[in-house]
């Protein structure tokens, strides 16, 4: 039997086990060929590959508690509390956030520059999770690359080959396009999860208006793999004004933001220079 038939018929027989399964955020049902539990095998395998194509780890561990505190505390109030969540910011100059499946946020240091509060980094590390909890990422990879792309991923690591497989995996991963349907509830769901976690909610808008500032002077690599709708804005300004405008109290967090990230990171520039 050729290669091609036995995946057809693994394919067939790992839908046929898994069936469907109701999407937390839409509350639609969504053939899911593979268990969450594979969404957290191929994170283990394959977020270390992402990393390093994504310059390492920012080398400032105040700046990377900071960072994974905010998100483990939006993480907590989202609909996979469950999950075991990583928040990493890299070394990348590129302005960009990056969702692998199982758990694992990269949030680059050339967007952490053009932020400028709390709230605003609560929003996009909202939207991440957000992509997480629906696991849009398995989704946008089979729907872009093939089925068969996912069952490579979670082959055992250290397999023949594997070690060009998880390069090739990971330069999918850093080239997923996201839908529009998939972009607009990430979005909603991350504004609700960063509300719910303390935060205010105009946060992720200055964020949209920042980035989209930024696309002005040259393409980023958000808008590449994060697609923008083209009323993005004006559905999120929507959903704050009819849901959360009568709330008080809510965190912005630019001294704690100055404090915690624009500064170690300038710090770190100056003993490079």
Not at 195 to 200: F, T
Not at 251 to 264: A, C, F, H, M, W
Request: hydrophobic letters at 40%; charged letters at 20%; glycine letters at 8%.
């Amino acid at each position: 039997m050729c290669n091609k038939a036995r995946l057809l018929i693994l394919v067939l027989i790992l839908g046929l086990c898994a069936g469907c399964a109701v999407n937390p955020i839409s509350g639609e049902e969504e053939l899911m060929i593979f268990a969450p539990e594979d969404d957290v095998k191929i994170g283990l395998q394959y977020a270390p590959q992402v990393e390093k194509a994504l310059g390492g780890r920012i080398a400032d561990e105040h700046l990377q508690v900071y960072i994974d505190r905010i998100g483990q505390r939006i993480a907590s109030v989202g609909h996979r509390p469950d999950l075991e969540y990583h928040f990493t910011a890299v070394e990348h100059e590129s302005i960009n956030a990056v969702a692998v499946p199982g758990g694992y946020v990269f949030i680059t240091r050339g967007l952490l520059e053009k932020l400028a509060s709390e709230a605003q980094l609560a929003g996009i590390l909202g939207h991440e999770i957000a992509h997480v909890v629906a696991r849009d990422s398995a989704a946008a990879i089979s729907r872009q690359y093939g089925m068969s792309m996912l069952l490579l991923a979670v082959q055992v690591s250290g397999a023949p080959g594997s070690a060009v497989q998880a390069a090739a995996f990971t330069k999918q991963i850093l080239s997923l396009r996201y839908s529009r349907k998939d972009e607009k509830e990430a979005d909603l769901a991350g504004l609700d999860y960063m509300v719910r976690a303390g935060y205010n909610p105009y946060g992720m808008l200055e964020t949209m208006q920042v980035l989209q500032e930024q696309q002005t002077f040259r393409p980023i690599e958000f808008f590449s793999t994060h697609p923008l709708p083209e009323n993005r804005i004006g559905y999120l300004t929507g959903t704050i004004n009819a849901k959360y405008w009568s709330l008080k109290g809510l965190k912005i967090g630019q001294d704690s933001y100055r404090t915690n990230v624009l500064e170690p990171l300038q710090k770190i520039e100056k003993k490079k220079e």
